[in-house]
């Protein structure tokens, strides 16, 4: 056995099996004297509001700036505002031609003057 979680329990019970057992105890929401911690990376961040456990320590409120920037993603890729061309790889004409040329074709099926560059 590798090790044995101890979750959403007194402080003293996961000291006291912390003691007696050999296996080395994770804790989660058992105390400080478990021989290691477990925190959510969910929880320590904050991303998650609908329920918080006791023993849960947030170290940041993310979960609001990530869904507000996660709109605006939606948002601006709907509105064809993103990718921008700040956002695009170029193609030079002379690279445009030759492939072109390759393919044996005038221009690919659905390309626009716009996006060509």
Known sequence: MFS???ESMPARLGA???????????GIGAGPDTDGQILVLHDLLGLFDQFKPKFVKRY??????IRDAVEQ???????????????????????????QRRLGEQRPVGASEARRD
Not at 86 to 97: C, F, I, L, N, Q
């Open 4 to 6: 044995i979680v101890l």
């Open 16 to 26: 006291l099996i912390t003691e007696l057992i050999d296996v080395p105890t994770i």
């Open 60 to 65: 940041a409120e993310l979960g609001g700036a």
């Open 73 to 99: 993603y939606r948002l601006e890729v709907e509105a064809r505002a993103f990718p921008s061309d700040e956002h695009t790889y170029r193609m030079s004409d002379e690279e445009w031609a030759s492939l």
